[in-house]
């Protein structure tokens, strides 16, 4: 069973500092990860997204790593902003060879809860 | 559209009432999804449209929940008979095709409440 699982549930951690959460998966055959941020009341909005030949992948302040081998990834936060706050969710794609993808074979960790401090 | 809008953005009704939700994708993109975020719960996959047809219904979680969508634009999730347990925050998401590597786009949800 494809299963994605994200640790810590929840972290605090004071404005300016980094933090690094973490997304374990095991998901077959592997398409592709995604991480994204969802602000409370509003949808998931894309970090990132890498394929098995991408182990690093930046935007802004996120830096999202992938280790395909091991099927880890991890999001680093540099510089924690108080509009980091927000849980971010840990999505892999399983490739579907049937329907072309076309259904993307998603499966969503449950996601860390962020909050930081001032 | 600029983003995907859903409509409304709360509903509360009554037990054993019909709720029909509504999601407008981004303007052109052609794959639309429907999915289910229960309090402390990853997102739950629901329903996929590539155009107006529907090739994975495989999350729709009883007989009581429909979709369809119409001239490859807005969709419309329709849940009978509404039970407690379908309490949920109810998100559509459109992305420019489908395919394992097009970014989702995410409406705001449609929170359902079930009295």
């Known amino acids: 069973k494809n299963q994605v699982e994200q640790s810590p549930q929840s972290l605090i951690i004071l404005e300016g500092k980094n933090c690094t959460l973490q997304c374990n998966y095991t998901v077959s055959p592997f398409s592709n990860l995604r991480w994204y941020k969802q602000d409370t009341g509003r949808g998931p909005v894309s970090l990132t997204i890498?394929?098995?030949?991408?182990n690093t992948k930046s935007n802004g302040r996120y830096t999202a790593t992938l280790d395909a081998d091991t099927k880890q990834s991890s999001l680093h936060i540099t510089a924690s902003q108080l509009s980091d706050s927000a849980s971010y969710i840990c999505v892999v794609s399983a490739w579907d060879m049937y329907s072309g993808g076309g259904a993307d074979g998603l499966t969503f960790g449950k996601g860390t809860h962020l909050i930081i401090q001032p | 559209g600029a983003g995907v809008s859903q409509s409304p953005s709360n509903k509360v009704t009554e037990k054993g009432k019909d709720v029909e939700l509504r999601c407008d994708p981004i303007?052109?993109?052609?794959?639309l999804y429907w999915y289910r975020q229960s309090l402390g719960q990853g997102l739950e996959f629901l329903i996929y449209?590539?155009?107006?047809?529907?090739?994975?219904k495989s999350g729709l979680p009883s007989d009581r929940f429909s979709a369809e969508r119409t001239g490859g634009s807005v969709s419309t999730l329709t849940i009978q008979r509404t039970q407690q347990e379908d309490s949920a925050v109810y998100l559509c998401?459109?992305?420019?095709?489908?395919?394992?590597?097009?970014?989702?786009?995410f409406g705001a949800g449609t929170r359902l409440s079930v009295l």
């Open positions: 998401a459109s992305s420019s095709m489908g395919g394992a590597k097009n970014i989702q786009y």
């Open positions: 303007s052109g993109h052609t794959a």
């Open positions: 449209f590539q155009g107006n047809s529907a090739p994975d």
């Open positions: 890498m394929t098995f030949s991408e």
